[in-house]
């Protein structure tokens, strides 16, 4: 019975182990940015909120890539084709792609980066129809007065 148990989870697991790593090596990625836009900005880094942080995004990322492979293997079946895993792989990626680039345009704004960070800014104004170069008090009352 343990061996059956071992063999089932492992023909679940495998399929999605290099999706999981990642959704891991970006996150990881962005944390060591992280460390290092604080230290440019003398801003104090504290090991234990940064690690119950990083293991929670992890967990809920490992989560996330578990239930959409649930789902597939449910409606497709073992041999199916994994478009709802990837998805999910690829938007939990692009997110923290797009947090060390505005980490990396923090760091360094003439970097080649800049014209990304433009397009992306400008993206999300349309999407948002918000203006993102004022601060959060002036789109805040925007918002407030666009609801009244």
């Known amino acids: ?29 962005d944390m060591l940015y992280g460390f290092k836009l604080a230290h440019k900005q003398h801003k104090k880094i504290t090991s234990d909120k940064n690690r119950k942080g990083t293991l929670a995004k992890m967990r809920d990322e490992f989560i996330i890539v578990c239930l959409a ?10 041999s199916g084709v994994f478009i709802l895993t990837g998805g999910v792989t690829v938007i939990i990626a692009l997110t923290e792609i797009w947090s060390i680039l505005e980490t990396l345009n923090t760091l360094n704004p003439n970097g080649p980066w800049r014209s990304l960070s433009k397009f992306l800014k400008k993206k999300g104004e349309d ?18 007065k666009d609801n009244n």
């Open 1 to 29: 019975m343990l061996v059956s148990l071992g063999a089932a989870l492992t023909a679940y697991f495998t399929p999605i182990l290099g999706l999981i790593l990642t959704c891991f090596t970006t996150t990881i990625v």
């Open 69 to 78: 492979r649930l789902v597939e293997y449910t409606v497709i079946g073992t």
């Open 127 to 144: 999407y948002t129809g918000i203006d993102l170069d004022t601060n959060d008090n002036n789109s805040c009352n925007d918002l407030e």
